[in-house]
T-cell receptor, first 117, second 115 residues
Framework: GAVVSQHPSRVICKSGTSVKIECRSLDFQATTMFWYRQFPKQSLMLMATSNEGSKATYEQGVEKDKFLINHASLTLSTLTVTSAHPEDSSFYICSAREPLAGYYEQYFGPGTRLTVT | QQQVKQSPQSLIVQKGGISIINCAYENTAFDYFPWYQQFPGKGPALLIA?????SEKKEGRFTISFNKSAKQFSLHIMDSQPGDSATYFCAASMFTTDSWGKLQFGAGTQVVVTP
């Protein structure tokens, strides 16, 4: 089956620094990837949609200058949280759409736990 | 505005019992309805999904029932096992060149299966 990985699985950073999270599709080419954040006991909130080679489309209320998304290849998308603050602490999850599986099916990564101190 | 409403928020069921989770949607353009299972600290995993041209789909102990006219769909977990204890999310999607099939998630249901 289609596998999506994320790196790192956990990261702790100091307030004001930047942190990069990688999302990779391991055995398929993902033309579209999605980034979510999830707070404890809450649902997944879509942050942005990225298509390979194009600028990401951000959901309303998500600061594009703070959450930089790069989808430079068909197997890699990155999310960079710039000038992180404690309120950015969350569980960040990516998903990837595999075109051969049809229009809809998305495969999720294992998530990255970000803690900003 | 939440486009997919999910209930109940939590559910306790005995081992061997049936867990039922309900979802309702408003946008009739949605045409893909998946259910995801999530364990603590993990990403969601696709459990089962349905398209609106069928009223029911079964995979093992998991069944989706779909009522297009009522704009509702539900997940039934038969013979619930302790290993089914997790949070379940329903979702809905439509594919357009603007949305790229992005998912609208329900709020989630925490299911606890007692031994």
């Amino acid at each position: 089956g289609a596998v999506v990985s994320q790196h790192p699985s956990r990261v702790i950073c100091k307030s004001g620094t930047s942190v990069k999270i990688e999302c990779r599709s391991l055995d398929f080419q993902a033309t579209t990837m999605f980034w979510y954040r999830q707070f404890p006991k809450q649902s997944l909130m879509l942050m942005a949609t990225s298509n390979e080679g194009s600028k990401a489309t951000y959901e309303q209320g998500v600061e594009k200058d703070k959450f930089l998304i790069n989808h430079a290849s068909l197997t890699l998308s990155t999310l960079t949280v710039t000038s992180a603050h404690p309120e950015d602490s969350s569980f960040y999850i990516c998903s990837a759409r595999e075109p051969l599986a049809g229009y809809y099916e998305q495969y999720f990564g294992p998530g990255t736990r970000l803690t900003v101190t | 505005q939440q486009q997919v409403k999910q209930s109940p928020q939590s559910l306790i069921v005995q081992k061997g019992g049936i867990s039922i989770i309900n979802c309702a949607y408003e946008n009739t353009a949605f045409d893909y309805f998946p259910w995801y299972q999530q364990f603590p600290g993990k990403g969601p995993a696709l459990l089962i999904a349905i398209r609106p041209d069928v009223s029911e789909k079964k995979e093992g102990r998991f069944t989706i029932s779909f009522n297009k006219s009522a704009k509702q769909f539900s997940l039934h977990i038969m013979d619930s096992q302790p290993g089914d204890s997790a949070t379940y999310f329903c979702a809905a999607s439509m594919f357009t060149t603007d949305s790229w099939g992005k998912l609208q998630f329900g709020a989630g249901t925490q299911v606890v299966v007692t031994p």
